[in-house]
């Protein structure tokens, strides 16, 4: 019989909608620097940050914020120590820094550069929207002052430099002309637009986005000057934003391993990861995956809730009889890929996991069986019962030793 490809079996309307985009989004990680903001958070030692840069190389993620080095000299010392990492290990990564537009705070980059010689690009933040302007009580020309003599000072350091609006998706069209125009101008290759505070929706994503393009086409820079987003999962739309941004025509997007940071934090890395690879938008190597996330969860001292995506104890574990019957029927067909996608969106072989069936109160004779044979235990219909039995006297998932209690007794009996 033929074996049927996998996309015969599987329809992705996902992909249907248009071409892919028009260039590869670039991933920009922001654990070291924004997912450090989160007030419940841990800031771990410099070594251990060091491990997690090594394991974005290893994602294949082409930047990351090492810091805000004008925060003082603990943050100063580290960003020294990541970019001296980089160089030493011949790491592809890229380092940037975030600073606001103050040369008090881009002076410290402009210093770790020359001391350590490895390029950082300077990212140069400012509120941008209304509201922000209130409750500063700022003016335009405020803004656009401290905009030019920020880019322009961080230029003429030899900074390459992005130009950071923040809370952009909630500014005027007409303020953010001014502004994108004026961090151009003073030489800034990179803009980004910011959900600062989690209050966009795709649509919105899509339409600022796409106006951005347009001011920058129209300003005659459309394929010099790059497009970031950085998006804030306030209202659990975080990773539909930034794909809806990568669609729109952004050219490098951000996250951090677990979505650590401000509030609830940002958008995941590692669903990015996975939700690109899917879409076909990238083809990295994800297998450290989950040391990553793994390693930063340990480092900042925030749990992996059991059923969070793709890296959760439960993102590929089921016990449920319908569910594990289907994956044990694709399993007999001697295809490891029909076994991995038939009741999971998610292949758990790229993160270097498998799916698991466990035997619980909704689980039929399949999934005590597929226990039993994974354990090279005997499968009579006596075994079987006595387990199933009492699988369905309990509230929850049994645990391995209750089921081996539960054959011994069996066996005994006999």
């Keep these: 019989m033929t074996v049927p490809s996998e996309d015969r079996l599987v329809y992705d309307w996902s992909v249907q909608s248009g071409p892919a985009p028009r260039r590869l989004a670039m991933l920009d990680d922001e654990t070291l620097r924004d997912g450090l903001q989160s007030p419940s958070v841990i800031d771990p030692p410099t070594d251990v940050k060091v491990k997690i840069l090594r394991l974005m190389d290893r994602l294949g993620i082409e930047t990351a914020d090492i810091g805000l080095p004008g925060a003082g000299p603990r943050q100063r010392e580290a960003v020294e120590r990541l970019c001296r990492e980089i160089a030493d290990s011949k790491l592809r990564i890229k380092a940037n820094c975030a600073a606001r537009t103050m040369i008090v705070d881009i ?3 402009a210093d770790v550069v020359q001391k ?8 140069v933040f400012i509120g941008s929207s209304p509201i922000r302007q209130y409750a500063e009580e700022w003016d335009l020309e405020h803004i656009l002052r401290h905009t030019r003599e920020a880019v322009g000072f961080a230029v003429g350091e030899g900074l390459d430099v992005m130009y950071v609006t923040e809370d952009t998706i909630r500014a005027a069209p007409d ?4 502004l994108l125009s004026a961090g151009i101008e003073a030489g800034a290759k990179r803009v980004c637009l ?6 966009a929706v795709p649509r919105g994503v899509t339409n600022l986005v796409s106006w951005v393009k347009d001011v920058l ?10 497009i970031d987003w950085h998006g804030h999962r306030d209202r659990g739309l975080d990773v539909a934003n930034t794909l809806a941004a990568i669609e729109a025509g952004a050219t490098r ?6 979505g650590v940071g401000e509030r609830v934090g940002n958008t995941p890395m590692e669903q990015l990861l996975v939700n690109l690879k899917l879409l076909g938008w990238r083809d990295d190597d994800l297998t450290a995956l989950p040391e990553y996330v793994e390693t930063v969860s340990q480092a900042v001292g925030v749990p992996i809730a059991i059923n969070t995506p793709i890296i959760g104890r439960d993102a590929f574990r089921t016990a449920t009889g319908v569910h594990a019957a289907a994956v044990i029927k694709a399993q007999r067909k001697g295809q490891a890929w029909l076994a991995d996608r038939v009741y999971s969106g998610v292949p758990a072989s790229w993160v270097g996991r498998e799916q698991e069936i466990e035997v619980g109160h909704m ?3 399949s999934n005590v069986q597929y226990f039993l ?3 090279d235990l005997p499968t009579t219909p006596e075994v079987v019962e006595a387990v199933l039995a009492l699988a369905k006297k309990s509230e929850r998932v049994l645990r391995e030793e209750e089921i081996l209690e539960a054959v011994e007794s069996v066996i005994d009996s006999k």
Aim: with cysteine.
């Design 373 to 375: 044979r994974a354990r």
């Design 116 to 123: 350590t010689g490895v390029p950082i690009e300077a990212c």
């Design 175 to 178: 303020d953010l002309r001014l």
């Design 194 to 199: 910011c959900d600062t505070v989690g209050a």
């Design 253 to 258: 997007v951000h996250g951090t391993a677990l």
């Design 217 to 226: 086409e129209r300003l005659g820079v459309g394929d010099s000057v790059g």
């Design 363 to 365: 689980s039929g004779a």
């Design 107 to 109: 002076q410290p980059i």
